[in-house]
């Protein structure tokens, strides 16, 4: 167990609809990370958030959006879905997002968009 | 950019053989690299990484990887192959700028015949 929670494990929409994916990350780590993992393109960098604030982004699509609440955890919004979105989303979190830091991943959150 | 390669999308094995996964980097400063295991329809687990404190990295489950800076190369082995290794096994290296996000490779898929 990482000690990162992911909710939900798995998730059925259809296209066109908006799905809210939640992420805890481990006590005390500031910094969160969205991964997109799929067959053809692999483990994607989406974003990161540090204490809050946006601190990366990488390939996520407009349609995407995510954020940092106080209290840490974080939420990724995927909106007017498509079939193509269909992948496992990972969270991750780290302590201070420092180099060499160890990333922690949970266990992901199977999307299929039908 | 950083970025690493991994050398074979499948590697299989016999019990008790070694195991030898390859994956090579591209770094403009000396590299914080990982190496993480995804079990089927689990979350990636972190097997080591490298620091820069030593050249040979031992991990969990008796793994090790070494690195090689005049070949850019990380290599993951295993002296004797078991059969709850088959799993997938990721390469990376954290991102330079301020984010330290991890790069990942392809991924190897490792089968572990009997």
């Known amino acids: 167990d990482s000690g990162v929670t992911q909710t939900p494990k798995h998730l059925i929409t259809a296209t066109g609809q908006r799905v809210t994916l939640r992420c805890s990350p481990r006590?005390?780590?500031?910094?969160v990370y969205w991964y997109q993992q799929s067959l053809d393109q692999g483990l994607q960098f989406l974003i990161q958030y540090y204490n809050g604030e946006e601190r990366a982004k990488g390939n996520i699509l407009e349609r995407f959006s995510a954020q940092q609440f106080p209290d840490l955890h974080s939420e990724l919004n995927l909106s007017s879905l498509e079939l193509g979105d269909s992948a496992l989303y990972f969270c991750?979190?780290?302590?201070?997002?420092?180099?060499?830091?160890?990333?922690?991943f949970g266990e992901g959150s199977w999307l299929t968009v039908v | 950019a950083q970025s690493v390669t991994q050398l074979g999308s499948h590697v299989s094995v016999s019990e008790g053989a070694l195991v030898l996964l390859r994956c090579n980097y591209s770094s403009s400063v000396p590299p914080y690299l990982f190496w993480y295991v995804q079990y089927p329809n689990q979350g990636l687990q972190l097997l080591l990484k490298?620091?820069?404190?030593?050249?040979l990295v031992k991990g969990i489950n008796g793994f090790e990887a070494e690195f090689k800076k005049s070949e850019t190369s990380f290599h993951l082995t295993k002296p004797s192959a078991h059969m709850s290794d088959a799993a997938e096994y990721f390469c990376?290296?954290?991102?330079?700028?301020?984010?330290?996000?991890?790069?990942f490779g392809s991924g190897t898929r490792l089968l572990v015949r009997p």
């Open positions: 490298y620091t820069s404190a030593a050249t």
């Open positions: 006590s005390g780590d500031l910094s």
């Open positions: 990376a290296v954290s991102e330079v700028d301020s984010s330290y996000k991890l790069i």
């Open positions: 991750a979190s780290s302590p201070q997002g420092s180099s060499g830091n160890t990333i922690y």
